[in-house]
Every structure is written in C-alpha cells, then in structure tokens.
C-alpha cells in the first residue's frame, strides 16, 4: 500500500496528541522527538467518527526503574487521552507493564500486560472488556524486536478486517531483523499487508519508524 502524507505539515492530530502530552507528535511537529501524528492523521482521518475499539500497549510509565519509561515528569496515558479525543465515537482500551499507572474512565479502560509472556498475553485478551476484536492495535510498549514479534503472533488475531496493527519506534539498527521477519509473516498470513514506514525528521534519525500492518 502506499501512504502519502506530509511529515512536515502540522495535523489537528498533531495538536491534540501535543496538547495531551503524547510523545507521537506536537503543534510544532518539525521540532518533535516523533512525527507519527501525521501519518496517523491520513490513515485515520477519514474513520475517526465511526464507533471502533482501539487498543494501544504501553501507558507510557513515569516510574525511572521501568524500562523505556517517559522519565519522571511523563504523563501515563497521554495518547489514550489523545486517541480518546480524536476518536471521539469509540471505545479505547490500553495495556501496561507498570500496574501502578493502570486507570479507567468511562470510555477508557486498561490493563496489565507484560508482553514478553505469551500467557500473560493470552489472560488478558480474554478480559470480557477484551473479547470482542479491534480495529486498531498499537504496539507502544517495550521497544525491541523480541517483544514486539511476542505481542504480534499473540495478539494479530484480534485484529478486524479492514484494520490496522501499528509497531512503534522500531530502531534503525533493528530494522533488519524486522524485514527478515516479515518475510515469514507474509507467507503465514495472506490477508495481512505490511509496510515499514520510515518518517523523515530532522530531530531523530534512531528510531522514527514504525511497522504499519492492514487487514484485508
């Protein structure tokens, strides 16, 4: 597939992630560390009033012990908040190592997920909230190759038709390891289309990418 879209050109997207303190894109998304959001806003725009159930992993925790945590002044949940208000007819569920940043409001509602563990993974996709399939998954959690193939083959099956599964940060010097694993993906699943999706920025040149999946 291909994806046409402006990394340079701010996005109502763009705000509201900023504005929720979301680190996938600001209002002055030339000097952001991520320019997701513009991306985000081309594939999403035009679905972002339909009723769906989107399902990001990784809260984005404050604690400095966790790995790949969003330092002490991080805000958990912030692109839970942001996809809460973009999506504004949907339901949004989350997912997070640290419990102690697990929250829920009335559209929002998350929940414990280490996702190196394929039976931990598999509990928690048969929470009843969890059930029923999603028309988005993001994989913002742990960012390493090994936890991001562990969540895919435990959780690509809750994934609908028509939908997309995202893997966020991919670094540039695991990028390889990813072109080698689609390549297996691609025979496995016939319905799946994969594209790596590198996103120019004049910030961050280490791990601007993502691995954007769309079900046929």
């Known amino acids: 597939m291909d994806y046409i879209f402006n990394e340079k050109e701010s ?39 339909k009723s769906l159930r989107i399902f990001e992993l990784g ?17 958990p949940g912030a692109s839970l908040y942001g996809w809460n208000e973009f999506f504004l007819n949907s339901k949004i569920f989350g997912a997070d190592i640290d419990s102690s940043i697990l929250f829920n409001t009335d559209k929002i509602k998350t929940f414990f997920c280490d996702q190196t563990d394929p039976l931990i993974i598999k509990y928690m996709w048969i929470e009843p909230e969890l059930e029923e399939n999603f028309d988005i998954i993001l994989d913002d959690g742990l960012h390493s190759f090994n936890s991001n193939v562990c969540f895919f083959e435990n959780s690509i099956h809750k994934l609908n ?5 995202i893997i966020e940060d991919v670094t540039n010097h695991e990028m390889h390891l990813f072109e080698s694993k689609i390549k297996e993906w691609e025979i496995k699943h016939q319905d799946l289309i994969f594209n790596i999706i590198r996103i120019p920025s004049t910030r961050n040149n280490y791990d601007n990418n993502l691995i954007c999946v769309y079900k046929k």
Not at 23 to 43: A, E, Q, R, V
Not at 161 to 165: C, D
């Open 59 to 75: 809260l984005g925790s404050n604690n400095v012990n966790i790995p790949q945590n969003m330092g002490a002044n991080g805000r």
């Open 161 to 165: 038709k028509n939908g997309y599964y």
């Open 11 to 49: 996005t109502p997207l763009c705000e509201i992630m900023g504005r929720n303190r979301s680190d996938k894109g600001n209002l002055n998304i030339t000097n952001s560390w991520h320019n997701y959001t513009t991306f985000y806003y081309s594939i999403f725009k035009n679905i972002k009033d």
